[in-house]
């Protein structure tokens, strides 16, 4: 399973930010997860708090969003997502050949610190 190779790396980044930042306290890691990406959400969270134990992160909340697939037709430029049932061609044009523009990476889209206020 990749994903522990994924946490791995989401908490030296996070630990990258923080000291870049200064931040003293992280209370949450928000993570979107395309659909593409062949990473399963729910191993991304049993290995995160297995790997998170005895850390500066001991106490964050990991949160995964589901990012779609978007895929940008080669034939008339229409966004979409691609569907099974109209056998993942373009519903405007029935072009088959497109761009993965959204839903194949992860990525770290916000670390949640603690408001000192």
């Known amino acids: ?22 931040l003293l306290e992280i209370k949450k890691i928000i ?38 697939v978007k895929i940008l037709c080669e034939g008339c430029g229409e966004e979409y997502s691609p569907d099974k049932e109209n056998r993942y061609k373009c519903p405007k044009c029935g072009e088959r050949k497109g761009k993965l523009i959204q839903g194949k990476g992860i990525i770290i889209k916000e670390i949640v610190v603690e408001d000192d206020k």
């Not at 399973?1 to 200064?22: A, F, R």
């Open 31 to 68: 993570v979107d997860v395309g659909q593409m990406s062949g990473v399963v959400p729910f191993y991304l969270h049993k290995y995160y708090d297995e790997a998170k134990k005895g850390t500066f992160l001991e106490h964050t909340e990991l949160i995964t969003n589901e990012v779609e």
């Open 1 to 22: 399973m990749h994903e522990l190779s994924y946490i791995l790396d989401i908490i030296n980044s996070v630990q990258e930010v923080k000291e870049k930042e200064n």
